[in-house]
T-cell receptor, first 110, second 114 residues
Framework: ELKVEQNPLFLSMQEGKNYTIYCNYS?????LYWYRQDPGKSLESLFV?????AVKQEGRLMASLDTKARLSTLHITAAVHDLSATYFC??????????FGTGTSLTVIP | DAGVIQSPRHEVTEMGQEVTLRCKPI?????LFWYRQTMMRGLELLIY????????DSGMPEDRFSAKMPNASFSTLKIQPSEPRDSAVYFC????????????FGPGTRLTVL
């Protein structure tokens, strides 16, 4: 079974600061997803990373993938309050299921 | 497209009662997933279907849980009898061609068993 670990679990950061969320997975994965969940809401897909060295950016969020290190990062640049949410990574192996991380609860403080 | 549709959005029931959750996947998606989310256990995959056929139900916690997909546009998750520890948010998701394609989640059903 593919195990996925995220850290930190909780992150409180000031507006305007930068920070990185880490996602480690235990065995070979063909693709890595990042999802966002607002309180009381559903999960929304943010990024899918398909190959080693892949980088995707959307606004203040940038995700990257290092398959050799089995590591994905979600970098937050100049955080704003609207980014407060829980962020999940999910690793998947071709023709198999997703394995979700525990989630990182991000709070951006004015 | 309306996205994944789930009903009801909230369900409050008493221990021992039967509960049925419903899901309509995105049209054209071949895969349907049922997840459960709790604070203690996070997001757990319960079961998933491919073209209406259950592929992996190893996440179904007990025989009290059952899931069906009678056609490509409808699935149910049933709990009988329900217990307080079943209280959680249940999400349905669907993906297009492979189980590892992007999964699109429904709004969820918040179940409370008293």
């Amino acid at each position: 079974e593919l195990k996925v670990e995220q850290n930190p679990l909780f992150l409180s950061m000031q507006e305007g600061k930068n920070y990185t969320i880490y996602c480690n997975y235990s065995t070979t994965s063909d693709r890595l997803y990042w999802y966002r969940q607002d309180p009381g809401k559903s999960l929304e897909s943010l990024f899918v990373l398909l190959s080693n060295g892949a980088v995707k950016q959307e606004g203040r969020l940038m995700a990257s993938l290092d398959t050799k290190a089995r590591l994905s990062t979600l970098h937050i640049t100049a955080a704003v309050h609207d980014l407060s949410a829980t962020y999940f990574c999910a690793a998947a192996h071709l023709y198999n299921q997703f394995y979700f991380g525990t989630g990182t609860s991000l709070t951006v403080i004015p | 497209d309306a996205g994944v549709i789930q009903s009801p959005r909230h369900e409050v029931t008493e221990m021992g009662q039967e509960v049925t959750l419903r899901c309509k996947p995105i049209s054209g998606h071949d895969y349907l997933f049922w997840y459960r989310q709790t604070m203690m256990r996070g997001l757990e995959l319960l079961i998933y279907f491919n073209n209406n056929v259950p592929i992996d139900d190893s996440g179904m916690p007990e025989d009290r849980f059952s899931a069906k997909m009678p056609n490509a546009s409808f699935s149910t998750l049933k709990i009988q009898p329900s217990e307080p520890r079943d209280s959680a948010v249940y999400f349905c998701a669907s993906s297009m061609d492979r189980p590892t394609d992007t999964q699109y989640f429904g709004p969820g059903t918040r179940l409370t068993v008293l």
